[in-house]
């Protein structure tokens, strides 16, 4: 199989155009409004030539764009008085993950995320958005006390996977991991999971359990990385396009498989190309989910949150 | 030498007649190496008089993404299930030990690795469910190197679904105990294998969440000598106990008693 053009390579133009747009708001020409709309139909236009042929190794490049929207720009966007809340109380504060309480609507909601970092420093800072146990055991202390108080809870997803390294593993990635799933599955209260850019494995699921799973457009979500599973099955680090292909980690597939509930349309370019629009549409989505849920009394809830994931797998019985 | 009567043992490379490690409940007799077991091995030596009845066999895995890396997946079940006599990487059954009835999920690493797919997925969440309409103590012996990358995120979904199972358990209190053998890594040590009332596990066994090459590719270090093995684990607070096999069932038998009230 031919290697397929780097996404950065294929968006250059709208890049461009972008560019322009910001340009123009800067300025005090005359006829901007005209014009932004112009320019805008023209990335609509060359959108529209890229999009369908988007191999899923490139909707892994969006995914991961270092311009792309991370977990605090929609915390900040859609949420007013964002009191972080620090620290596992065990071992320390993962600043992979973020978590707090905020308001979302005229109503105090938990919001937990991965969080990555914009420049190199930011990154480091941020451990890549590879949360440790300590991250996960945060998260899960946050939303045990929106259960307390029955507040609704927000997750945010978007992380390579739960950090391989020596610590982790000595205060238990999989343990922290697997009991974050244990105990959300029997929350009381509603959860709305948002997979916002990569969703990589056990890592992403710890946070990962809710009522309504929605996935941006092109985000992605997978039981391996790519590199991961190549490197696995093919031996081969050019395997990379089969393996994503092969393993089906777009967010239409997901859906068809019963995965996540619904697909969040993202502007065109992708989310990082018209921020405001990608804001607008999660919120669009994040406050119907919600508002659906809170109908429902906890008992109902629970049981189909238990249905929910007890479908899913597809085997054969004799 | 006659291959079928000898054989080498992987740590201390003694050979060894094969009638004796067998006798020795796979176990070196020389070393106390833990040989890896199958399945219906692992049930055989746990349950009462090695008696038990199988349930939930006749659910088969579906090539449903049509994945195909180096060979095709439906070829690889069907060799994998002609390899082991085996429809899946788990085997559920029901029987006593010690005269209390158990419900027992015993994984087959000789089956694609003991990975967990929708089939291993479904079966242990069922052989959960059995035990809480039985009322019954569960206890599922995992060896396996995580979730099945060719049923993709379905696999991944297995890790909620049958932790979420497990939460029922918890719900109508009743025991769980993990018993954790070489090799577990990955999404079953991430879900139902550190979900214990007790964890335990053979004695140096492999368990952890990331594998040993993509940590060290990771940190770009050597890892230290025991590290993510069941030792490790118990130092660090992951395991109620390291047994060797041969003590295995008693201990289990000791744990269900205490967990069920039931001094002899
Ligand atoms: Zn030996």
Not at chain 2, 87 to 107: C, H, L, R, Y
Request: glycine residues 8%; hydrophobic residues 40%.
């Amino acid at each position: 199989m031919s290697k397929s053009l780097d996404f950065y390579q294929l968006e250059k133009k709208i890049v461009e155009l972008k560019e322009q747009i910001d340009q123009i708001q800067l300025s005090e020409e005359q006829g901007k409004k005209e014009k932004v709309a112009g320019l805008k139909l023209e990335i609509e236009k060359e959108w529209a030539k890229i999009a369908p042929k988007l191999t899923p190794t490139q909707i892994v490049q969006i995914a991961r764009h270092p311009k792309r929207p991370y977990c605090l720009d929609y915390v900040n966007a859609l949420m007013q008085d964002f009191m972080e809340m620090h620290g596992d109380r065990r071992f320390a504060d993962d600043t992979a993950v973020v978590s707090g309480l905020a308001f979302y609507k005229g109503q105090t909601v938990a919001v937990v995320g991965q969080q990555k970092g914009r420049t190199t420093r930011e990154r480091i800072e941020r451990n890549f958005g590879e949360p440790n146990p300590e991250g996960y055991r945060k998260a899960l202390r946050i939303m045990k006390t929106a259960e307390k108080f029955g507040f609704p809870i927000i997750t945010l997803i978007d992380t390579p996977g739960a950090y391989p390294g020596i610590g982790a593993e000595e205060r238990g990635q999989a343990e922290a991991i697997a009991n974050n799933l244990k105990v959300i599955s029997t929350m009381g209260v509603p959860i709305v999971c948002v997979i916002i850019g990569e969703g990589g494995s056990g890592g992403a699921l710890a946070i990962g359990v809710g009522d309504t799973i929605m996935m941006l457009e092109n985000s992605f979500y997978s039981v391996i990385s790519p590199e991961g599973c190549a490197a696995i099955l093919w031996k081969d680090q050019n395997a990379v396009e089969q393996a994503a292909q092969n393993m089906k980690i777009r967010a239409q597939d997901l859906l068809d498989l019963g995965v996540i509930d619904k697909i969040i349309p993202e502007p065109p370019g992708g989310a990082h190309i018209d921020c405001e629009q990608t804001f607008k549409n999660v919120d669009k989505h994040l406050n119907q989910a919600l508002k659906k849920l809170e109908q429902k009394p906890v008992q109902e809830l629970l049981e189909e949150r238990y249905q929910k994931f007890r479908k899913m797998g597809i085997v054969l019985e004799k | 030498m006659n291959d079928n009567l000898w054989t080498r043992c992987n740590s201390c490379q003694r050979i060894l007649y094969k009638a004796d490690i067998l006798e020795n409940l796979s176990v070196c007799p020389a070393c106390s190496f833990h040989f890896r077991i199958s399945a219906s091995e692992r049930l055989a030596m746990l349950f009462d008089d090695g008696q038990f009845e199988v349930f939930d066999h006749a659910i088969l895995p579906v090539d449903f993404l049509k994945f195909v890396d180096t060979q095709k997946y439906s070829q690889r079940l069907g060799d994998n299930q002609k390899k082991t006599s085996l429809p899946e990487a788990t085997v559920n059954a029901v029987g006593t030990m010690g005269g209390i009835k158990v419900v027992i999920s015993a994984m087959d690493f000789a089956f694609m690795g003991g990975s967990m797919g929708s089939v291993v997925g479904e079966k242990i969440t069922r052989a959960a469910e059995r035990a809480v309409r039985e009322k019954t103590p569960l206890i599922i012996v995992s060896c396996s190197g995580g979730a099945r990358m060719q049923e993709g995120a379905l696999s991944l979904m297995q890790l909620i679904k049958t932790s979420a199972a497990l939460a029922r358990l918890e719900e109508a209190k009743l025991p769980f105990i993990s018993v954790i053998t070489d090799p577990t890594t990955g999404g079953t040590t991430a879900s139902y294998a550190m979900l214990g009332d007790i964890n335990i596990a053979e004695p140096n066994a492999l368990i952890g969440f990331a594998g040993p090459r993509v940590i060290e590719q990771t940190i770009k270090e050597k890892l230290p000598k025991g590290f993510q093995r069941s030792e490790f684990l118990l130092k660090h607070g992951m395991l109620d106990d390291v047994m060797q096999r041969k003590n295995l069932r008693a201990y289990i038998i000791r744990a269900l008693r205490l967990f069920l009230n039931r001094p002899q």
